[in-house]
């Protein structure tokens, strides 16, 4: 694909971790990419691994769950890169706890993150898919979405991005466009030395642990997710939608 032709690609939550390996690794499947995250300084870090390696990308500063700051983003990635026909909603936080003391705001938080965060995204975004005849949606869900001890918000909101996927899937599908959603297992990412924090273990032993669990012997990184989606934005899966991949070393029920 020549570089007058290249995709747009967007990807939220692109900062660091599994959202900053996704956004390079589009990049070298030769899209532009826009990183976006809350904060846009702190997508410097993305921007310039992709530029500095030859690739084209921006850094755009949104809150997915705020609906003008969403068109905003948009607008602003068309004007500066092209119309997107790749979206992948990766953005997400935690705000782990027993039910029992779960407070509203923590439910609240991750559903807004999450689902409501797609859903802007995507219906912002869509409109440039069904015009080119082409799109990509890719959602970023999780094991957690099976059920996970002190993640009933979040095993919700992954669930639902579930749902999401495959209903996107049925309604966008005559006009070229796929919608599938990954779940990854265990990934060495910042959330994850948060959730070893938080239940006061050191991290590499808390990567062990979880390793011994897991089929293939090792915990996943963010490179074995960026790869599932390189794959699902290709021109090649044009026949895969509405699918949930489980990227987690291992079967799922």
Not at 70 to 76: G, I, K, L, S
């Amino acid at each position: 694909m020549a570089a007058a032709e290249a995709r747009v690609a967007i990807v939220t939550g692109a900062a660091r971790g599994i959202g900053s390996a996704v956004a390079q690794r589009l990049a070298k499947d030769g899209l532009a990419v826009a990183v976006v995250d809350l904060d846009e300084k702190s997508c410097e870090s993305t921007v310039t691994a992709i530029t500095s390696g030859g690739g084209r990308a921006i850094a755009v500063g949104a809150d997915v769950s705020d609906e003008v700051a969403v068109q905003q983003a948009v607008e602003r990635i068309v004007a500066e890169l092209g119309s997107p026909t790749v979206l992948v909603n990766n953005a997400g936080i935690l705000r782990d706890n027993l039910l029992f003391k779960m407070t509203v705001s923590d439910w609240d938080a991750v559903m807004s993150v999450h689902l409501r965060g797609a859903f802007l995204m995507t219906k912002a975004v869509q409109k440039h898919m069904v015009d080119a005849g082409f799109g990509r949606v890719v959602n970023l869900s999780s094991t957690s979405a099976l059920g996970n001890r002190g993640q009933a918000n979040y095993s919700a909101a992954k669930a639902g991005m579930q749902g999401f996927t495959k209903t996107l899937a049925i309604e966008l599908g005559k006009f070229g466009v796929t919608a599938n959603a990954i779940a990854p297992g265990f990934i060495a990412t910042e959330m994850t030395a948060a959730t070893a924090a938080r239940v006061g273990m050191d991290f590499d032993e808390f990567k062990k642990l979880a390793a011994k669990e897991i089929p293939v012997g090792r915990v996943g990184v963010p490179d074995d997710i960026a790869h599932t989606a390189s794959f699902l934005v290709s021109e090649g899966a044009g026949f895969v939608s509405g699918q949930v991949i489980y990227v987690a070393g291992g079967p799922k029920d």
